[in-house]
């Protein structure tokens, strides 16, 4: 692992993290490159299928460090709004490895997508097809089914079953008119059930279910069974079981290449390739005691907070607190680490143990490498922190930090 503990000092891609805080200043978001190489072909490796596809999930994380490192690996883009389409296309990912999926496309954004980018759009609904088909006849199109049932760790990252998203099996029939009247191939069909997926079932469940879908289509292309790959966010938490996912889905695919001819299988990972590569430095502030009616609790006050982190309000989510500089010590203190907004529900770690905690001290906030700076936010005006990328001993600056200009640059005096 390259994130990792020396002595009683954490490195991450081989550089000490209180330098790092030192030199960029906190917040700070650092990402190790080799980390997202290694999960990526940890992922792409393991399975036999030659036919697969990776269109990383760049909601998760759009730093164009960890976007262009996973360019140069082959991946392409999953994108759920235009303009991540449009930051693909700046950084030079080929087209044909972009796919759009996006509930609520509007005509406007249909136009841009397909008409200026060129990207395939992965419709989302019947409006979609009908409109995506009156704009662009006979043109290519993947569609999202809806399967019916869905996954994950969370409500909030379930999307298969009774959701706002993709095409229900019960109205797939009435797609295909659509799709049939317009002119359109259906070239993919395409599902995500959630997030947080630890086991391989859902997955060879999804893959035969949209395999068999995919029979009576004479243009498919692909396959993409979404992502939600899970990793574990708590210390011996169970692994998404990697090996035997490549193994299952592989052999499914084989299977059903021999009726389907050279049919691929695309994922759109985000959390599995880029959350264990990312921590988020930051300061401590303050220390305080406070007792009250004979109940004594301990705050560590950081120079960060649910801005940067905001799954842990919206649902819980555990990120591992690591002292930088005393890592491995004996904990002292049952300490609640807490950010510095103006909210009660601003507590980014509860009753942790910690070692001996000092105002200026660094923790690091492990796995914090999807879905934090890419969902961060500016909450009580405070800019978004600087991200940085490391790889083998080098750091460098992927994303400056906000400044108050940036935050006015919107707003009409
Ligand atoms: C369509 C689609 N694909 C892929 C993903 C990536 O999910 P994860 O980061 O859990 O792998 C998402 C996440 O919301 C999604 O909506």
């Keep these: 692992m390259v994130i990792e503990v020396r002595g009683s000092r954490l490195y991450i891609g081989g550089l000490e993290a209180e330098g790092l805080a030192e030199r960029f200043g906190t917040p700070l978001f650092v990402y190790d490159r080799e980390t997202v190489v290694e999960n990526y072909g940890r992922l792409v490796g393991s399975f036999t299928y030659r036919r697969v596809e ?37 950084l030079g990912f080929p087209r ?25 759009v992965n419709v989302d609904s019947l409006s979609q097809l009908r409109r995506y088909g009156r704009l662009f006849p006979e043109t290519e199109v993947s569609v999202r089914v809806n399967p019916g049932f869905g996954a994950g760790y969370h409500e909030f990252t379930t999307t298969g079953g009774l959701t706002k998203f993709g095409i229900g099996l019960g109205s797939l029939g009435r797609a295909l008119e659509v799709a049939r009247e317009h002119g359109l191939r259906v070239v993919g069909l395409h599902a995500h059930i959630g997030s947080g997926i630890l086991s391989v079932e859902p997955y060879a469940r999804l893959a035969r279910t949209l395999l068999d879908l995919a029979r009576g289509l004479p243009h498919v292309e692909f396959v993409d069974i979404g992502g939600g790959m899970g990793v574990p966010q708590r210390p011996g ?20 290449s021999r009726d389907l001819g050279d049919v691929k299988l695309r994922m759109e990972p985000g959390r599995f390739i880029v959350a264990s590569a990312g921590v988020l430095l930051t300061r401590v502030v303050e220390v305080r005691e406070v007792e009250v009616g004979g109940s004594r609790r301990v705050f560590a006050v950081v120079d960060s907070s649910i801005n940067h982190l905001p ?26 680490v807490v950010g510095n907004l103006c909210v009660a529900g601003d507590v980014l770690a509860r009753a942790r143990k910690l070692p001996r905690l000092e105002e200026g ?10 879905y ?42």
Excluded: Q
């Design 237 to 256: 938490e169970r692994e998404f079981d990697c090996a035997g996912f490549g193994r299952v889905l592989s052999r499914i695919m084989e299977e059903h």
């Design 311 to 336: 799954r842990v309000a919206m649902m819980g989510m555990y990120y591992e607190v690591v002292h930088a500089s005393r890592a491995g010590e004996p904990a002292e203190a049952e300490v609640d």
């Design 372 to 413: 934090a700076y890419s969902t961060s936010m500016n909450y009580n005006t405070r800019p978004r922190p600087a991200e940085v990328l490391v790889y083998r001993g080098e750091a460098r600056l992927t994303r400056r930090r906000e400044t108050f200009e940036d935050l006015v640059s919107t707003m009409v005096f």
């Design 96 to 120: 044909e490895k972009i796919m759009l999926t996006s509930p609520g496309l509007s005509d406007e954004e249909m136009r841009f997508v397909r008409g200026e980018l060129g990207v395939l």
């Design 54 to 90: 990776v269109l990383y999930s760049c909601k998760a994380n759009s730093n164009p460090g960890v976007l262009g490192t996973l360019r140069d690996l082959g991946a392409g883009v999953d994108a759920s709004s235009p303009w991540e389409a449009l930051l693909a296309v700046r």
């Design 361 to 370: 001290d660094v923790l690091a906030f492990l796995n914090a490498g999807a």
